[in-house]
């Protein structure tokens, strides 16, 4: 009877010890730290197979170990640590106990950081914002259209499959998007989104640390952010801190109960954005907002809970310290809770007071999108630390201006009153202003396919104040006729960026004659930009529209930039007389689109259909 006892007590020890010995850490985030860093407080996030019963030590004298958190969820840890300023570069181990017996170390690595890191320019003025969408752009790595384990695989015949569009596809062409005048370019999502469908456009991550596989790998994400800083160019990145993909791994093993909005259960969102200024808005009513989901693969984050809070701050600084980027777009930026969007803005600008981050509000109020920028006198108190908003208000005005016939209340009307609301904004000039995006018709859709009023819109947001940025594709009309509203079709594949296709719009072969017209057309505004002081720095005065002629000039204290729009059917002379107040005493300008010189008389002939832009220089 002892005998059997003794042996089962024998038997009960070495699989406690089996146990034991058999856990192991699946993650730390994030997966490193600089030295240096204004936010030298860091919460690491522990993940493995039932490791809450374990205690921890860390025996440096340069890291300060504050606090062990255990939390609902047996498979996390959380650790609070503190990296001293004067901790040297290295590996420092983090000791996992039960009682008195070591079960296992991880060597977390310190590293020293980047000279200047701190001081990196986001952008501004002087620039112009290539957008793409990196699976439809080009294929410079075949070898990674599919990856074994992953359940999305490559479809190029699907509108919303994968089609292989890569970061070395980007990198292969950086040239041709530089030789375009582009001075920055925005990534759609690259984190990896290991959903089983319709994972191509990267909204829905389910790793906030790795680029997905199919597009490459963290260095390669790296490897082409230096590549174009070598050219001039730099590289914004898309982020989202609203929500993940359904499949990320912590969503499907939360660490605690409300990680998740709604506990994990779906709950669509209202789209109620009005909801974070109104005045009488119910709670109610901001929580449906705020709280709910995109859509059932989109869970919506829970940036009330303080664990999560932390991780999402954090992970943005480690992306910008480890890759160099210069900006961060931030996609549905009213959606997440607002005063956890401030704690992550002013959190990012304090690390780097000349980073720019601008964020998506979709709203064609300029009331509501301004409300977001940092500096605006809010009526509710509210305190935002963000740089840039995206101006949907003027993108919309500006395609109504050009499509619609002129009337009292169409045109270029529409285009005037949206930019007279600017007084909105405490810094209009940081806009970001586009013609189309990744989630709206083509501009040349948007202009029913008329070439004139294509060249006027490129004009106008290559003159007009805030930050321009172009969808891929834009500078050859690519569009989406007939399929209004449609993403896949939106985001087509940009041709000659895969083997074999026949028409390549990187080198010009096949391409129409108009194409060829409409891509020289904006490399040449563009590269004309880069140079013009009066465009990056200058103030502002619009007149207001008359039958088909709207006009604005940029101005210095010493030189004019006058632009003129002319969607009439006929020359229009226009009289100079109304423009005495800012062009007195000129009497000379250099034509740019036509390259040429003129002599300023009573009357300035616009041909018809037309814009125009005059230099105007004592």
């Known amino acids: 009877m002892l005998k059997r006892l003794y042996l089962t007590l024998l038997t009960l020890i070495a699989a406690t010890t089996t146990s034991l010995f058999s856990q192991t850490i699946e993650r730390v985030e994030p997966p490193n730290w600089w030295v240096g860093m204004e936010h030298n407080e860091i919460q690491l996030l522990v993940y493995g197979d039932e490791i809450a019963d374990l205690d921890v030590r860390i025996p440096s004298g340069f890291i300060d170990f504050k606090t062990l958190t ?101 990198r292969d062409h950086l040239d041709y998007i530089a030789d375009l005048g582009f001075t920055a370019v925005w990534l759609n999502p690259v984190l990896e989104n290991d959903m089983p469908r319709a994972s191509y456009h990267g909204y829905a991550a389910t790793d906030f640390y790795a680029v997905d596989r199919r597009f490459g790998t963290n260095e390669e994400y790296k490897e082409l952010i230096n590549a174009a800083e070598e050219r001039g160019m730099k590289v914004i990145m898309d982020m989202i801190m609203n929500h993940s993909g359904s499949q990320h791994w912590f969503v499907l093993d939360p660490p605690m109960d409300d990680w998740i ?38 869970p919506d984050l829970n940036q009330r809970n303080e664990f999560m809070s932390r991780y999402l701050i954090q992970n943005t600084l480690w992306w910008i310290e480890y890759s160099g980027i210069s900006a961060i777009r931030m996609d549905t930026y009213p959606y997440p809770d607002k005063d956890f969007m401030t704690d992550w803005t002013c959190s990012v600008m304090q690390e780097y007071p000349d980073f720019n981050i601008v964020g998506e509000e979709w709203s064609l109020n300029p009331v509501i999108v301004s409300y977001w920028q940092a500096g605006k006198e809010t009526h509710d108190g509210y305190k935002s630390c963000l740089p840039s908003v995206m101006d949907f208000p003027l993108q919309s005005a500006v395609s109504d201006g050009l499509s619609e016939e002129e009337n009292w209340n169409s045109g270029f009307i529409k285009a005037y009153e949206m930019l007279a609301n600017d007084f909105l904004y405490p810094d209009p000039s940081n806009l970001v202003i586009f013609p189309d995006n990744h989630d709206m018709d083509r501009f040349y859709t948007q202009v029913n396919s008329d070439f004139d009023l294509y060249k006027m819109g490129m004009i106008y947001y290559a003159t007009m104040r805030g930050v321009p940025q172009f969808y891929y594709g834009t500078e050859i009309l690519m569009d989406n006729n007939g399929h209004p509203g449609d993403h896949g079709v939106i985001r087509t594949d940009f041709p000659g960026g895969w083997e074999g296709d026949p028409v390549n719009a990187f080198t010009g072969d096949g391409l129409t004659d108009q194409q060829k017209e409409a891509q020289n057309y904006l490399k040449h505004l563009l590269n004309w930009r880069k140079n013009s002081e009066l465009v990056h720095y200058g103030d502002l005065m619009q007149f207001a529209p008359e039958q088909g002629v709207y006009s604005y000039v940029r101005y210095n204290d010493k030189d004019r930039l006058l632009v003129i729009f002319n969607k009439r059917s006929e020359s229009v002379q226009v009289p100079m007389s109304k423009y005495q107040e800012i062009i007195s005493g000129f009497r000379s300008a250099y034509d740019v689109i036509n ?16 814009a125009l832009l005059f230099e105007f220089k004592k």
């Open 261 to 298: 909005n709604h506990q994990g259960d779906f709950k669509q969102t209202t789209h109620m954005r009005q909801t974070n200024l109104d005045p009488y808005a119910s709670e109610y009513d901001k929580k449906a907002f705020s709280d709910g989901w995109f859509v059932r693969s989109m």
């Open 595 to 610: 390259n040429r010189d003129i002599e300023i008389g009573d009357r300035l002939e616009v041909p018809p259909r037309t």
């Open 70 to 170: 255990k939390v609902e969820n047996p498979n996390y840890l959380f650790l609070d640590i503190t990296i001293d300023e004067n901790t040297p570069p290295g590996l420092y181990p983090i000791q996992f106990f039960k009682g008195d017996t070591k079960i296992f170390t991880y060597d977390y690595p310190v590293k020293e950081r980047d000279p200047n890191s701190a001081v990196r320019k986001g952008f501004n003025t002087t620039d112009v914002i290539y957008l793409i969408t990196p699976d439809r752009f080009a294929n410079g790595d075949p070898d990674n259209d599919s990856i074994n384990g992953m359940e999305d695989r490559l479809n190029r015949d699907g509108n919303f499959g994968r089609h292989g569009g890569d970061i070395q596809g980007i």
